[in-house]
């Protein structure tokens, strides 16, 4: 029940350029232009700001777009409640995450649910801390799940569970069966997350506060290269979560280990969604689900 400008507009916010959203629609680019801007010239204000590469939307177009994505869910549930259909009908919830919870807790628990919920599908966004905030203040997911260093503003927090960084290395690794603090680490080879996780943030700060200097031997942003790499090097370390190694830890067998003197502890996983945003009977029974299963 969109009109064509506003349809156009979602359209180029989500191709990010004129041109990708004219192959996406099989319109014409011109035409496209024309209905962008009617809408700005209604709306008074510019919502794109155009360059030579494509088309980022101004603070003005952000407004517009997530009031225009929450009255686009409020209107299909209204419509299918109207309807008589059940809101776990064909239902898919978008949820937007970092590296580290895509790789196994969430395809987990989604699998999970949807042995209770088979109607139910998932559209995982896997992103940085800044990018899952801007997808979730964008209106693009129901609901965002993430490590935090602190209270996020402008989000609501519907769940927190305390999610300290841990060492995870081989069990036969030296360090697995004694005490060791952050400097023992410096003998190992060494692999992190790359600047934008708050794994690193924190692993930097920790080290900084206590005047040592380690090397990462290998740096990625995605865990998965992480934890192949740990399979490859025996003696290895990597630092992580409960929440992202899980049931891999056994299979081959990896152990999680505190440091002492610990300040990698002050961090929490978050479950957070906009503020007012409307739930779907989905996505409210999702929520119960995950404050449940964490």
């Given amino acids: 029940m969109l009109t064509t400008e506003v349809r156009y507009f979602l359209a180029v916010v989500d191709a990010g350029s004129l041109s990708a959203a004219s192959q996406h629609l099989f319109v014409a680019t011109s035409a496209i232009s024309r209905q962008i801007q009617q809408l700005e010239d209604k709306t008074g ?6 360059h030579a590469r494509g088309m980022t939307l101004t603070e003005a177009g952000r407004i517009f777009e997530r009031h225009v994505r929450q009255s686009q869910q409020a209107m299909e ?14 239902t898919t919830i978008n949820i937007a995450c970092p590296d580290g919870l895509a790789w196994n807790l969430l395809p987990a628990l989604c699998s999970q649910f949807r042995q209770q ?5 998932f559209h ?12 979730l203040n964008r209106g693009g997911c129901d609901l ?9 503003r402008r989000v ?15 069990a036969k690794h030296p360090l697995a069966v004694k005490s060791f603090s952050l400097q023992d680490l410096s003998s190992y080879p060494i692999a992190l ?19 040592v200097f380690i090397e990462p031997m290998f740096t990625c942003n995605n865990f998965s290269s992480l934890y192949h790499f740990l399979m490859l090097n025996p003696l290895a370390i990597t630092f992580c979560s409960q929440f992202t190694i899980r049931s891999e ?8 280990r505190n440091l002492l003197n610990n300040t990698l502890a002050e961090r929490t996983l978050q479950l957070h969604q906009l503020p007012g945003r409307y739930q779907t009977a989905s996505v409210k029974l999702f929520i119960n689900f995950l404050e449940k299963a964490l």
């Fill in 249 to 256: 830890a056994n299979d081959p067998p990896f152990i999680m």
């Fill in 156 to 170: 609501q927090v519907l769940g927190s569970w305390p999610a300290p960084i841990m060492v995870a290395m081989s």
């Fill in 124 to 135: 995982l966004k896997v992103g940085s801390s800044s990018q899952i905030l801007e997808n």
């Fill in 77 to 90: 549930s209204t419509l299918s409640e109207m309807k008589g259909r059940t809101a776990l009908q064909r």
């Fill in 193 to 211: 997350p790359d600047q934008t996780t708050t794994v690193r943030q924190l692993f930097d700060l920790s080290c900084q506060l206590h005047g």
């Fill in 144 to 152: 965002a799940l993430q490590f935090c260093l602190h209270s996020e």
């Fill in 45 to 50: 204000v510019p919502l794109f700001e155009r």
């Fill in 117 to 121: 919920y088979p109607s139910v599908s």
